[in-house]
């Protein structure tokens, strides 16, 4: 059986890029963001929790093979692509609606924030699970990672550090983002970062509905 550290110099430019993935801005970072943020360091980590189970539901989806299966049928990916625009598009215009809610009428209850932590897992979930770009991300981070001849264990072991590192990104910004500062910037320019949030959440949304597989 192969040494499994012989692959790392394999292994490594795409750990490389699956990290640039993770970091880099998108709709579940700006989700754990948005949320942490405005609700708290319990609803961050409940929202980051729920997309790093999507992100790890398409890891092991691709380790298994079933990234290539769904490639293959491509309705069924049109059809995930639909569902995760029009979600995105629900997004925008809930935070539309709360941007345009004044101060005194968010401190009288006008605004929502008491989510169940089955709730902001649903919808942390949710937000990675109908994006068919992450399981394409998936499926070409493992190609670019593994030979034809890796073990099992080789895709165990990739699987594991690339969902390790995901999950403690995920967290990380769940907890920077529910800091005391966040929240102070956060009350002062409550209606700018909403507004901020629509807009990002509709041109996804968009995107996601108008791009090809």
């Not at 394999?10 to 801005?25: D, F, G, R």
């Not at 072991?157 to 983002?177: K, N, P």
Request: proline content about 4%; hydrophobic content about 55%.
């Amino acid at each position: 059986m192969p040494d499994i550290f012989s692959y790392l110099p394999v292994i490594w430019p795409a750990y490389m890029a699956y990290l640039i993935t993770v970091l880099s801005p998108g709709p579940a970072n700006f989700a754990i963001m948005g949320t942490a943020i405005s609700q708290g360091r319990r609803a961050g980590l409940v929202i980051a929790l729920g997309i790093f189970c999507g992100s790890l539901t398409w890891g092991i989806s691709a380790a298994l093979g079933l990234a290539a299966l769904l490639r293959t049928y491509a309705f069924t990916l049109e059809i995930i692509k639909i569902i995760g625009g029009i979600y995105l598009i629900y997004l925008a215009w809930k935070a539309y609606r709360s941007a345009r809610t004044a101060d005194a009428a968010l401190a009288g209850g006008a605004a929502r924030t008491d989510y169940t932590a089955r709730q902001l897992w649903l919808r942390g979930y949710a937000i990675h699970i109908t994006n068919p770009k992450a399981i394409l991300g998936w499926l070409a981070i493992m190609s670019l990672g593994l030979p034809a001849d890796a073990p099992p264990s080789m895709i165990a072991t990739m699987l594991g550090i690339f969902s390790t590192s995901s999950f403690v990104i995920f967290m990380g910004y769940a907890l920077l983002f529910s800091t005391r500062h966040a929240l102070r910037v956060y009350k002062s320019a409550r209606r700018w970062i909403e507004g901020t949030m629509a807009v990002f959440y509709s041109v996804a949304g968009v995107k996601l509905l108008t791009s090809r597989i």
